[in-house]
Nanobody, 124 residues
Framework: QVQLVESGGGLVQAGGSLRLSCAAS????????VAWFRQAPGKEREFVAS????????DYVDSMKGRFTISINNAKDTAYLQMNSLKPEDTAVYYC?????????????????WGQGTQVTVSS
């Protein structure tokens, strides 16, 4: 069993940065792949980025490449999402998810463990 807790969300002006954290307890991340998803009001949950537990495989949605960076620190059982050059359209609840499979996936249904979400609001 894995418990995930996100933190780091908040209100930021357009062009600003935030770093989200996803702390895991119960298992270590090197047994899992981890992903970030987001859901804006009235929209479907969408994939943002994923990383294998070893950090050797990383995947991003094209629109976020160059602005967002996913990383993992197995010593701390924590994954991160560094978000730069934020835009108002990045406003959403951001969720961390994990699965006990080494390979990454963009499908939310492939992830068994989810955090409670952290709100990110970008003002124009």
């Amino acid at each position: 069993q894995v418990q995930l807790v996100e933190s780091g969300g908040g209100l930021v002006q357009a062009g600003g940065s935030l770093r989200l954290s996803c702390a895991a307890s119960g298992r270590t991340f090197n047994l899992y792949s981890v992903a970030w998803f987001r859901q804006a009001p009235g929209k479907e949950r969408e994939f943002v980025a994923s990383i294998s537990g070893t950090g050797s495989s990383i995947d991003y949605v094209d629109s976020m490449k160059g602005r967002f960076t996913i990383s993992i620190n197995n010593a701390k059982d924590t994954a991160y999402l560094q978000m730069n050059s934020l835009k108002p359209e990045d406003t959403a609840v951001y969720y961390c998810a994990a699965r006990r499979v080494f390979t990454t996936s963009r499908a939310s249904n492939d992830y068994l463990y989810w955090g409670q979400g952290t709100q990110v609001t970008v003002s124009s």
